[in-house]
């Protein structure tokens, strides 16, 4: 009876002990990722990726969620994953205001984390594209060995800052990109076939280079 008491005991404890792991921090957006204060130029093209949102849970690896909310926010905008802690904010149709309110939010399915943040429409009539040099068509042998160099993108750095731009390629597995040293104020990053292509399976990939430049001040 004692033995009994015992393991009914150690029962109660680790499920409270389990308890309070689950029910622990809540996750966070990451303060240089938080999109508090972002200038949106008004002639940005509909479609375009306007912000990267990240997040971490202190607790467990948890895969998080992030979305946007207030009047108007989800015609305005579009949240999609990027990957387990990361979201791309795409512009779903131009804008009409001067300023809009809205309230970011990432939650792991259990606890909600908030942020207030203000989009600021500006009135460039041209968005300058942070690449300032690229191979917009690359020509490659279906017998190019594996991890072989076949471009490079050249990107202009953000503004005040000492961080590189962050790149990243997506479209196929069959290749990567890898930041390398450019020239000052700019990042340079190389294009690598890391898997085999075959010319009789498929001749062309189109592939989109994303180049994290931030616009928020």
């Given at each position: 009876m004692k033995e009994n008491e015992k393991i009914w005991i150690w029962t109660i404890l680790t499920l409270f002990l389990q308890s309070e792991i689950i029910e622990g921090n809540a996750p966070n957006i990451e303060v240089s990722h938080n999109m508090r204060v972002l200038k949106l130029p008004r002639e940005t093209k509909v479609g375009s990726i306007i912000y990267r949102l990240k997040g971490h849970d202190f607790d467990i690896p948890d895969v998080l969620t992030f979305g946007v909310r207030g009047s108007g926010a989800d015609e305005l905008l579009e949240v999609r994953s990027a990957s387990f802690t990361e979201a791309n904010v795409i512009l779903r149709k131009r804008p009409t205001e001067m300023e809009y309110r809205f309230t970011v939010y990432v939650t792991d399915?259990?606890?909600?984390?908030?942020?207030?943040?203000?989009?600021?429409?500006?009135?460039?009539?041209?968005?300058?594209?942070?690449?300032?040099?690229?191979?917009?068509?690359?020509?490659?042998?279906?017998?190019?060995?594996?991890n072989t160099t076949v471009g490079y993108v050249v990107a202009r750095d953000k503004d005040k800052s000492n961080l590189p731009v962050q790149f990243e390629i997506h479209g196929s597995e069959k290749f990567s990109i890898r930041y390398v040293f450019g020239p000052r104020g700019t990042s340079k990053a190389e294009i690598k076939v890391i898997h085999t292509v075959d010319y009789e399976r498929r001749n062309m990939y189109h592939l989109q280079i994303l180049a994290l430049v931030s616009f928020n001040v």
């Open positions: 399915g259990i606890e909600t984390t908030e942020d207030e943040s203000t989009i600021f429409i500006t009135d460039a009539t041209e968005v300058l594209s942070p690449f300032l040099e690229y191979d917009p068509v690359i020509n490659l042998s279906e017998n190019t060995v594996q």
